[in-house]
């Protein structure tokens, strides 16, 4: 079945608004980019570019003229657009393409849909389209499934605190994907049921008592309380030969097995068996990018001086002995021959997860 959202597809490729935004490299949030090109750009490209992202506003005659009666509706149904006596606009979303697949994002400290490194690390650890039952945990938006479902006979759960399912639900159709979508309500899911494929990106910030641990990202005190969590959820429900793809942040000392004893000690009580590659890591001081970020959302969250948040996050790792913090990526199974084990290239390369 057609989708609702291909003459909005078609049009806007007819506009070249996806080879613009490619010009840039797929998945790209850079928003000064946006605007410098928007000045490059004239006529009904340039309208539909600075809507879809840079915040534009459209008139709904002029909408329906460049765009179309059905897609402008189609936009105003899924609750991403709205209407107002200046026009139509989608707020602090932004509509772009990762690996040839439209995709809404939010542009926000808070955003209830994105697309951020440790999403496209969970995409890594997919081992292939094979599966017909898949759980996607704390999902920023569903672009971690949205190059494997196109199969009726499939379904994915969504189980997140995080995103707002009308994101979800658009980004699903937006893409035609015809297998079944399921919502949970945060973590709960329905007795019984089982997965062959489940994805995480695992939020885990480690928070000093005087921010809220459950604030931002609740990893409580060492960063590993929702990780606990996530694997007794998970290894229940994957069945025997099953896959768990997860991303998430380790805190200790400069080696990553300063901590690593403590993933595996949440994994064996939960059942799971896992293999992990650790793929960077920062220092936990100012200056450096993870600090900074957190920094500024706490900041952006408490309203709070940058004096009044540094010492006390400072002081907090310090009094756990965390110097840094480990970007992993990691799959687990229930089943199977072997040990935990880690590969650490921390050492080599300084990108994150985008190894």
């Not at 896992?274 to 970020?293: D, N």
Request: with cysteine; aromatic share 10%; hydrophobic share 40%.
């Amino acid at each position: 079945m057609k989708s609702a959202w291909q003459p909005l597809i078609d049009r806007l490729t007819a506009l070249g608004y996806f080879q613009t935004y490619r010009t840039f490299g797929e998945g790209n949030l850079r928003v000064w980019d946006w605007d410098f090109t928007a000045e490059l750009l004239t006529g009904d490209a340039q309208k539909v570019w600075r809507f879809f992202l840079g915040r534009g506003r459209l008139s709904r005659t002029e909408a329906a003229r460049i765009l179309g009666k059905p897609s402008v509706a189609t936009l105003l149904g899924s609750g991403i657009c709205r209407e107002a006596k200046s026009g139509l606009s989608l707020g602090k979303a932004a509509l772009i393409s990762y690996h040839g697949h439209p995709y809404f994002v939010e542009i926000s400290p808070e955003p209830r849909s994105m697309l951020t490194e440790d999403t496209k690390a969970v995409m890594s650890t997919i081992p292939g389209p094979d599966f017909k039952s898949c759980l996607s945990l704390y999902s920023g938006g569903g672009v971690e499934c949205l190059g494997l479902i196109q199969d009726p006979e499939r379904a994915v759960t969504f189980a997140c605190p995080e995103a707002d399912p009308k994101f979800l639900r658009a980004n699903w159709e937006l893409n035609g994907c015809r297998s079944s979508l399921r919502m949970a309500t945060g973590l709960k899911l329905p007795t019984g049921r089982t997965f062959d494929l489940a994805l995480a990106r695992i939020p885990c910030w480690a928070l000093p008592e005087k921010f809220g641990r459950e604030m931002f990202c609740p990893g409580g005190a060492e960063g590993l309380k929702e990780i606990a969590k996530c694997f007794k959820v998970v290894a229940p429900r994957l069945l025997e030969d099953g896959v768990f793809g997860f991303s998430c942040l380790l805190y200790g000392e400069e080696k990553v097995g300063s901590v690593w004893p403590k993933l595996e000690a949440l994994a064996d009580e939960a059942g799971l068996k896992l293999t992990a590659l650790c793929s960077s890591r920062q220092s936990l001081e100012p200056g450096i990018p993870l600090f900074g970020h957190l920094l500024s959302f706490l900041q952006y969250r408490t309203k709070a001086g940058t004096r009044d948040i540094l010492e006390p996050l400072i002081n907090h790792f310090g009094e756990h002995r965390m110097s840094h913090v480990h970007f992993l990526r990691a799959t687990a199974v229930v089943s199977g021959e072997g040990n935990h084990s880690l590969l650490d290239l921390s050492d080599r390369y300084y990108g994150n997860w985008s190894i």
